[in-house]
């Protein structure tokens, strides 16, 4: 089975540029999720699809952050314009559900750096 | 205060010993609990749930203290390919996860 796929792998821009991450899920998930890893912390969640709908994006910084998901199944997250402190590796995972036993899978990440 | 605690380490051990992690929560509302892995430069990946009758799965077992908002991870017989990061994770009810900052485990030959 084939895992959640991200691209690009990694991206060097610079402050005040844009950029835009995509995600795939896992064939059949219907919840998606965006994370921000920062260097020596644990992922933090950014924003949290259920099909094409938003459940949760109190953590995304929206003057800056948007994140969508047509169709209900590839996503994009954008960053306009990007600060230093961006800089940091955006996790997407997927689940089949969101009930509290539903394991989330994570792809492999993009790994942004903002100079 | 973080909602979940974990001491970042790193624990450097020998290979066959035993190590501990602990974790702390301070959402009491919190209702699902685990343990993640995460390799160096790469995605979480899931470990185990922890329930409060603790669980075991070969040589890890979690454990779960609700009174105490404490969560433990034990490894016995340490093996090299366990070196990575264990990220303590809690969830409320929108399986929203709530990751800890992580606990580095080195494993010496």
């Known amino acids: 089975e084939a895992g959640v796929a991200q691209s690009p792998r990694y991206k060097i821009i610079e402050k005040r540029q844009s950029v835009a991450f995509w995600c795939n899920p896992i064939?059949?998930?219907?919840?998606l999720y965006w994370y921000q890893q920062i260097l020596g912390q644990g992922p933090k969640l950014l924003i949290q699809f259920q099909n094409n709908g938003v459940v949760d994006d109190s953590q995304l910084p929206k003057d800056r952050f948007s994140a969508e998901r047509l169709k209900g199944v590839d996503s994009t997250l954008k960053i306009q314009p990007a600060k230093l402190e961006d800089s940091a590796v955006y996790l997407c995972?997927?689940?089949?559900?969101?009930?509290?036993?539903?394991?989330?899978?994570f792809g492999p990440g993009t790994r942004l750096t903002v100079l | 205060r973080k909602e979940v605690e974990q001491d970042p380490g790193p624990f450097n051990v020998p290979e066959g010993a035993t190590v501990a992690f602990n974790c702390t929560y301070s959402n009491s509302a919190s209702q699902s609990f685990f343990w993640y892995r995460q390799d160096c430069r790469k995605e979480p990946k899931l470990l185990m749930s922890?329930?409060?009758s603790g669980n075991e799965d070969g040589r890890f077992t979690a454990q779960l203290n609700r009174a105490s908002q404490y969560i433990s991870l034990l490894i016995r017989d340490s093996k090299l390919s366990d070196s990575a990061t264990y990220l303590c994770v809690v969830t409320r009810s929108t399986y929203k996860l709530i990751f800890g900052t992580g606990t580095l485990l080195a494993v010496q030959p």
């Open positions: 922890v329930y409060s």
């Open positions: 064939s059949g998930h219907a919840t």
């Open positions: 995972a997927s689940s089949l559900v969101t009930s509290q036993g539903g394991e989330q899978f």
